[in-house]
Structures are given as C-alpha cells and as structure tokens.
C-alpha cells in the first residue's frame, strides 16, 4: 500500500486500485476509489459546495511495521491499515469499519484464510464498467433508518436486504441514519443491492467504475440530516396556497367534469388548493396535449380555476407510444432509451411505448418545450410526473441503456432527471415549482418535488407500512411525502372495510406534508365516453372521489379533519420552513425530537408532525382504542383536552370520528 497526501486528501495505492478519502463539510468524510486510471469527479447527489475543510493526514505505521495512514476533519476519523481496509471513528470510537477475512493484518479478526477482501471488483464482461462489493463489519445492537422507501412494516432497517432499484411504489434514496452517531450516503445511481446483516453489512453495484459514499457525525438525527442535506441540498420553500386540500382521482374525463368538482367544493365552502387532470386525458402517450374532443377550450377552464384560487396539476407520462406524433422525431434524434437486446419497448400499458431518456439535455428540451406549448401556454400550473422511476414493461435494467451509459450504471437518478425537465425550466417564474412525482433518489429534494408512495393497495396493512414508508424518506432527506389517501386499488367504494381505511387514512393524511385525495375506485361500471381505441374517451375512469362521495357521516368527519388542517396553516408553514433551513421532514420519528429517549427508538406506530403533536394513527381494522408512548413532558389529548404526564404509556379511545394527537403542553 502506497500513502501520500493531495491538498488535505489521503490518497492510497494498491493493486490497480485508487483510494481518495477527503474532508467533505464540517465533520464528514467522502471516500472514492476506482480500478480506473484516474477518479471521476462526478458529483452524483453531492451537489453543494461546501467551505474548504481543514483536514489532517497523517501517515506512518503499525507496530508491525506495515504502512498506515489517517485523516481526520473535525469529530470524524478515517484510518486505512496496509491491506486499504478502512475504519471510521467518530470522537475517537469505532463506529464503523470495513469487513475483512484474508491474510495478514493487525486486526485479530481480519487474519483469516477465508480470502474475503473489504473492496472487492469484478469486471463486466465485454464492458469497461466493475460489478463492486463493500463489506463492512455489523454493528451488535445498531439501528438504521432512511434508505427511501420500501413496502414492508419494518422501520428499522438492520436485518434486511434492500434492492437499489427504483420500481412502482419502492423509492432507492440510499442515505441511512445510524444510532451510533453518524449517516451515510451511498453515492452511486447505480442499480445493486444492500445488506444489513446481523453478520455483515454487503453493498452492491451491479455494474460501476468508480465506488463513492460520503459519512458524517453528529450528536442527533436532527444534526446529521442537517449536515447531510448541507451537501446535497434542501426543499425550496413550499408555497403556502399548496398547503391545503388537493383533489385528484382516477379520472376526470373532461373539462366539464373537472369544473363541476370545483364548484360544487366551492358551494360546499371548502377551499381546494390543486385539482389534478390524471392520465389519458391526452390523445396519445407521448403527445403531450389534451384530446380536444373532451377539452375543447382549456384556458377557459383554467382561468375559471384559477378565479376561485385553485392551481391546476396535469399528468405527464414518460412514455411514448410508437404511434405518437413524437415518436419518430424524438427516436431519430436519439431521445428515447435505448434495449440492448429485442424490439425498441420499454413500456407497454394502454400502447407499444419507449420511455423517454432526460439524461439527455436534448430531451429535457424537446419535451418541456411540448410541454409548454400544450399546457403551460393554457396556464396549467405543475405537473404530476407519474412513472417517473420508469415504470418498465420488465425489470430487465442490464437491456436499457441512456445516452450517459447502460441503466445499470446510473438508472436510479432517472426520477431526478425527469423531474428537472420541469424544474429547471420553471425555476426562478416568481413562485417554487412543485410538482408530484412517483419517486426520487438523494437529492431530489431539491427539484420541488412532492413523493407520493406509488399505487399502494387498499388495505390497512398497507396503510401501516406507508407509515415507515413515509418516516424512512423522511430520514433519507426527502419531506415532501405523501400518499394516496386510502391507498390506490379500491375494488369497491361502498366496502364498509374501504370506508373506515378511508377516514383513518384521511385523518393521518391531516397531519402530513401534503392532503391529497386520490385512489383509483372501483367498481368498473361507468360507461367509457366512446369507443375508439385511442384518446381521452376510451379508458375506463373510477368512481367518484370527492369529500362528499362516501356518505354524509364520513364527509362530516372529514370536513372536520379539514377544517382541522386548515387551523394549523401558520404551524405547517413552520414546519416547511424547518424543511428548507435544516432538512427537517414534516413528519418524524419519535427519536428525531426525543434522541436521548431510548423507548423512543423502539416505538414504530406512531409519530411527530414536527415537533409538537404527537400522533398515534389507527392502523388497524376496527381499532378504536390504542396504546400510546408519551415521552417525558406533558401532553393535551387534542380530542377531549385531557392532560397527561409523559415518561408512560397511556390507552386512549379512538372512536372513528378521532384519531389520537397529543399536543405538547409548554410550562406545565
């Protein structure tokens, strides 16, 4: 092992191999090597410039006389023995370390005949790109949070292998949060996998050329997401007529249709912030325009909306059908992704369709400027980029490729190239662009996207998984997340079952980053507007799902829970200010407000909405009664203004009218 020092860098040489390990912000690390000749200085999700960190590098050896060298930056040190395995410290303590069993070395552990190196690369037959895999040893008794979003009931991620993918409904935003003290960013797009074992921690890379994770320290969750947001960026902040009620389903059908929701919420006295013209109300998947037979006159509707202070939201889809007017031209101008292997399809729901590929600049451009010309020009608003992982036909990432490089290599950064179509273009118009996407990866925050957690079912253990869901992304960076209230596939709306998921769902929904009505509602039976095969007529459409659409007891429950959102507009402002100024999500876990609070890390069916309502969601069928951890302090019950002493576990009903919030009493 070769050591020398670059402008505060430790830089080390072994085998073909570069390691960089440099100071990156206060108190953090970020670590790179290669079997390249030289390092990219490809950014990835570390966008920020960060002040010139004084780091200290100091090389020398071991008692045994092998070479070693350190660098420190702040509370955080990283030392590299002779065989390049590296250590992390934090304050002096070992927190982290990477996992070695081959022979020699200082470590007792790491002098095994197992042959298990700490890096290991494999070349990808035929290509220039490694399949890489960094073990690390497992922390007993750690926990780990973030990572994005994953449908399963675990809040906690330690024992679980995670796919770095994006799919319908699973978010890859690979930042983690440990106990021990500091976070971690995996900064590779590229599509693998990660273990965190009881044994080992493994991360994959299915095909890359370059490793590259960035570590920092801190006391509390708070810090470290502030640090990490620090270097990746934060949330813009959300403009404050966003924050209400937005209204969506699956579909309004025309322009006739969309205006009588409107007025009918406006007669109702019920302010609506967005309503939301879902998909196929255009002629075909990659025109990009209205279907005029069922929007004749869109700026007239618009300018309606836009009277009675509603924004308008279209959906815009990645994918573009081969018989699109677009198709052709934008696959001549090599816009499209391309497959390796077969027939040119990526996507083939309701058409023969290939997606689009934004890593290219001259895609960004032609499709804004269709999208523009169709749907700003009429003063449509934002934009709910739907698909946006992509949604493939098959999950076959190694047959896609985008003009960058194979999609293996950096396919989960599609959703945040998707999203700067939009952003890019409609940045600095006198008003933050906030448009709706399916998913993201680490720094997407930045980009004025709102995450909603995909097409989830309808059911309440779905519900209680998008609440890890929700709070993970959150610990990722991410906090503008959302979900479909009551889920997204709905068999029948008169389902007594469906009703209750709809109110509890509705009432979780109040306290999050965004209440947003959507779900796709059965049953099927409404007439198609006509029967060509084509256009804004022939796709089926979902019951109706306004506030008023499940019964007069239920709309009663949820204009409360509106009302009761509306009276919390200067605190919601607060907490998306927080977002902006420290990347703080809008909804947190227990131990992000209570870190010394060790009970606080085992509760996992509850939360804060920032930090003073404590809220405890019903998340099961026919549940109307629960338990409640209160951290120390005291703590109103919001329904009945009962006081209760925290530092104790307290059983509160939860008739269907009330979910349990606990409001944080200051001075008694």
Known sequence: MIFYEDNGALIAKRQGETLRIEGWGADSLRVRATMQTELSDEAWALTEAVPAQAASVTIGREADGNPCAEIVNGRLKATVNFAGVLSFYRDGALILREYYRSYGGTLSRESRCLKVVNREWKGVPGGSEYKLKVLFESNDGEKLYGMGQYQQPYLDLKGCTLELA????????????SSFGYGMLWNNPAVGSVTFGKNITEWNARATKQMDYWLTVADTPKEILASYTGVSGRAPMFPENL?????????????????????????????????????????????????????????????????????????????????????????????LIRTERGAQQTYDYQGDCVEIDPFNPATRKYVWEKCKQNYASLGIDSFWLDNSEPDYGVYDFENYRYCIGPALTCSNMYPQMYSRIFWDEMKGGGKTPVNLLRCAWAGSQKYGNVVWSGDVPSTFEAFADQLQCGLNMGLAGIPWWTTDIGGFMTDDVNDPYFRQLLIRWYQFATFSAVLRMHGDRGPYDIPALDDRDWGGGYLHTGQPNELWSYGEDNYRIMRNYYDIRIAMKDYIVSLYNEASENGSPLIRTMFYEFPEDGRCWQVTDQYMFGSRYLVAPILRHNCFRRDVYLPAGSWKLTSTGDVFVGGQTVTVDAPIEYMPVFERVAGV
């Open 166 to 177: 994006q799919r319908n409904s699973q978010i890859s935003v690979p930042f983690l949060v």
């Open 243 to 335: 924050m209400g009620l937005w209204q969506c389903k699956l579909r309004y059908r025309t322009q006739d249709e969309v205006l009588e929701v409107a007025r009918r919420y406006k007669a109702e006295g019920i302010k609506i912030d967005r309503i939301v013209i879902d998909f196929f109300h255009w002629t075909l998947q990659g025109d990009w325009k209205f279907d005029k037979t069922y929007w004749p006159d869109v700026k007239a509707m618009v300018d309606e909306l836009h009277e009675m202070g509603i924004e308008v939201m279209v959906s815009v889809w990645p994918s573009v059908d081969r018989k699109s007017e677009n198709f052709y031209p934008m696959t001549e101008l090599g816009l």
